[in-house]
């Protein structure tokens, strides 16, 4: 019995492109193929504007052959990009003083906003 279950979403990655479809390498026993009309809402002009070879992605089960060992995926309507451990952080730099503006303006600060509210 498989792991695949119609719904569930599914970790694969880009094994080939063809002008109807998508196919996908799930393990080492199962593949799946996303047809061109599982990937998007809208009119798919080239399927490589959605996905690379090679590129791992997420994919929504629809139907499962047990006897093929074969998965109709979806990337309709899901999240399918894998995201590299993007840190959207990695741009600001520590100034080395902490909390020292904090302590230091924190009081003028509070002075400020209750005059404001005033």
Same mark, same amino acid.
């Given at each position: 019995? *498989?792991?695949? %279950? #119609?719904? #569930?979403?599914? #970790?694969?990655?880009?094994?080939?492109? =063809?002008?109807?479809?998508?196919?996908?390498?799930?393990? $080492?026993?199962?593949?799946?193929?996303?047809?061109?009309?599982e990937i998007s809402n809208g009119?798919?002009?080239?399927?490589?504007?959605?996905?690379?070879?090679?590129? *791992?992605?997420?994919?929504?089960?629809?139907?499962?052959?047990?006897? =093929?060992?074969?998965?109709?995926?979806?990337? #309709?309507?899901?999240?399918? /990009?894998? /995201? %590299? $451990?993007? $840190?959207?952080?990695?741009?600001?730099?520590?100034?080395?003083?902490?909390?020292?503006?904090?302590?230091? $303006? /924190? =009081?003028?600060?509070? /002075? %400020? %906003?209750?005059?404001?509210?005033?």
């Amino acid at each position: 019995m *498989t792991e695949y %279950k #119609k719904g #569930k979403i599914v #970790k694969g990655s880009i094994t080939g492109i =063809e002008k109807y479809g998508i196919f996908v390498n799930l393990d $080492n026993y199962y593949s799946g193929l996303i047809h061109i009309s599982e990937i998007s809402n809208g009119f798919v002009k080239d399927i490589n504007d959605y996905v690379k070879i090679g590129e *791992t992605i997420y994919a929504k089960v629809l139907d499962v052959d047990e006897a =093929e060992n074969h998965v109709k995926l979806s990337i #309709k309507d899901i999240d399918y /990009r894998i /995201r %590299k $451990n993007v $840190n959207k952080f990695s741009n600001i730099k520590e100034v080395g003083t902490g909390f020292v503006a904090l302590k230091k $303006n /924190r =009081e003028k600060w509070i /002075r %400020k %906003k209750l005059q404001e509210l005033a």
